[in-house]
């Protein structure tokens, strides 16, 4: 098959487009709340989850989203709370993927659709379509082309990610995967995902910016771009839409009231940062590492705040008092 070159042009639109994100991009690099307030970009995370999720129509509210990745109990379909759980578990591992690997993409797809898809992590082996009704509006490549095209799309990422700004390239490759269609079920998830991971390759702010939110807001726009770019046969329509929806993200990200950080929130970073993911630690562990003399101190000034913002877990949390308690971040 002749070497694929994603079509699409830059427009003026775009290069402001470009020009704003950047800078508002820089200003938020210096933005104390969502850098220092681990409370602001857990909230962000799941905005993103329950966003995206809600595109593709999981019933959970943005409450029941938090309630799940938080372990608590919740009313739903079983479909949806495994959903929820696999996103969660999928953008834990936005900063260890590589965004030019079709082998981690295989992996995180395997991880959004765990339990809930037959060929999860593997490409499709059967004939897909857009359906409006019972009307087909687009007939997916045939799964035969599948690897190659996957192929060729990654073969051009690479080649062009240090020529093509990665506002531009990420927002092309998003829509040439929905283009491609290589799973069977999980392609948006995938595709908004993988959008991010490429923008954190740019800039590491974009862990928790919820782009997915924005694109939520504006779902019609998002399905008619795609289809105008099918019809036109290129991604300039599209493109031009993504970066409106992450240049509004930065807007909303920067209109946050810039308080100033607290002894609570200094505290609660100290103890993040001496906890490793999934890796429970004793409270007198944790005052070791934090060289902290008193409990009472470990208690009321660390982990009690923490615990009730979300950021940290109890090993045994119906017995908070145990003897036998440990903590992690996960």
Same mark, same amino acid.
């Not at 897909?128 to 599948?146: L, R, S, Y």
């Not at 240049?247 to 920067?254: F, P, Q, S, V």
């Given at each position: 098959?002749?070497?694929?070159?994603?079509?699409?042009?830059?427009?003026?639109? &775009?290069?402001?487009?470009?020009?704003?994100?950047?800078?508002?991009?820089?200003?938020?690099?210096?933005?104390?709340?969502?850098?220092?307030?681990?409370?602001?970009?857990?909230?962000?995370?799941?905005?993103?989850?329950?966003?995206?999720? $809600?595109?593709?129509?999981?019933?959970?509210?943005?409450?029941?989203?938090?309630?799940?990745?938080?372990?608590?109990?919740?009313?739903?379909?079983?479909?949806?709370?495994?959903?929820?759980?696999?996103?969660?578990?999928?953008?834990?591992?936005?900063?260890?993927?590589?965004?030019?690997?079709?082998?981690?993409?295989?992996?995180?797809?395997?991880?959004?659709?765990?339990?809930?898809?037959?060929?999860?992590?593997?490409?499709?082996?059967?004939?897909?379509?857009?359906?409006?009704?019972?009307?087909?509006?687009?007939?997916?490549?045939?799964?035969?082309?599948?690897?190659?095209?996957?192929?060729?799309?990654?073969?051009?990422? %690479?080649?062009?990610?240090?020529?093509?700004?990665?506002?531009?390239?990420?927002?092309?490759?998003?829509?040439?995967?929905?283009?491609?269609?290589?799973?069977?079920?999980?392609?948006?998830?995938?595709?908004?995902?993988?959008?991010?991971?490429? /923008?954190?390759?740019?800039?590491?702010?974009?862990?928790?910016?919820?782009?997915?939110?924005?694109?939520?807001?504006?779902?019609?726009?998002?399905? %008619? $771009?795609?289809?105008?770019?099918?019809?036109?046969?290129?991604?300039?329509?599209?493109?031009?839409?993504? /970066?409106?929806?992450?240049?509004?993200?930065?807007?909303? $990200?920067?209109?946050?009231?810039?308080?100033?950080?607290?002894?609570?929130?200094?505290?609660?970073?100290?103890?993040?940062?001496?906890?490793?993911?999934?890796?429970?630690?004793?409270?007198?562990?944790? &005052?070791?590492? @934090?060289?902290?003399?008193?409990?009472?101190?470990?208690?009321?000034?660390?982990?009690?705040? $923490?615990? %009730?913002?979300?950021?940290?877990? @109890?090993?045994?949390?119906?017995?908070?008092?145990?003897?036998?308690?440990?903590?992690?971040?996960?």
């Amino acid at each position: 098959m002749e070497k694929y070159v994603p079509p699409f042009e830059i427009t003026p639109e &775009m290069l402001k487009r470009v020009a704003d994100i950047s800078e508002k991009v820089t200003k938020l690099d210096n933005f104390s709340n969502l850098n220092k307030r681990p409370y602001l970009r857990k909230q962000s995370k799941i905005n993103s989850i329950h966003s995206s999720l $809600a595109i593709e129509n999981n019933k959970l509210t943005r409450n029941q989203v938090r309630d799940v990745i938080d372990g608590k109990m919740v009313l739903g379909s079983q479909k949806d709370i495994q959903e929820v759980k696999n996103a969660y578990n999928a953008y834990e591992m936005i900063n260890v993927v590589n965004p030019y690997s079709i082998k981690d993409l295989k992996k995180i797809h395997g991880v959004i659709t765990y339990l809930t898809v037959l060929e999860s992590g593997e490409f499709r082996k059967g004939n897909e379509g857009v359906f409006d009704g019972k009307k087909c509006i687009f007939m997916c490549p045939p799964p035969e082309i599948v690897p190659d095209l996957m192929n060729q799309l990654f073969d051009w990422l %690479k080649e062009n990610k240090n020529k093509v700004h990665p506002l531009i390239l990420s927002s092309v490759f998003h829509y040439e995967f929905v283009f491609i269609h290589p799973f069977s079920d999980g392609n948006g998830r995938t595709a908004r995902l993988w959008q991010n991971i490429l /923008l954190y390759n740019w800039k590491e702010i974009f862990e928790y910016l919820p782009i997915e939110s924005q694109i939520h807001k504006y779902q019609s726009g998002y399905y %008619k $771009a795609i289809a105008n770019c099918n019809n036109k046969g290129n991604s300039t329509e599209f493109i031009e839409f993504m /970066l409106k929806m992450i240049d509004e993200t930065l807007d909303n $990200a920067l209109n946050i009231p810039d308080i100033p950080i607290n002894q609570e929130t200094i505290n609660i970073n100290k103890l993040l940062d001496i906890l490793e993911k999934n890796v429970p630690l004793s409270a007198n562990e944790i &005052m070791q590492k @934090l060289n902290i003399k008193s409990k009472n101190t470990l208690r009321n000034q660390y982990l009690h705040p $923490a615990i %009730k913002q979300g950021l940290i877990k @109890l090993t045994i949390p119906d017995k908070p008092n145990s003897s036998k308690q440990m903590y992690y971040k996960d």
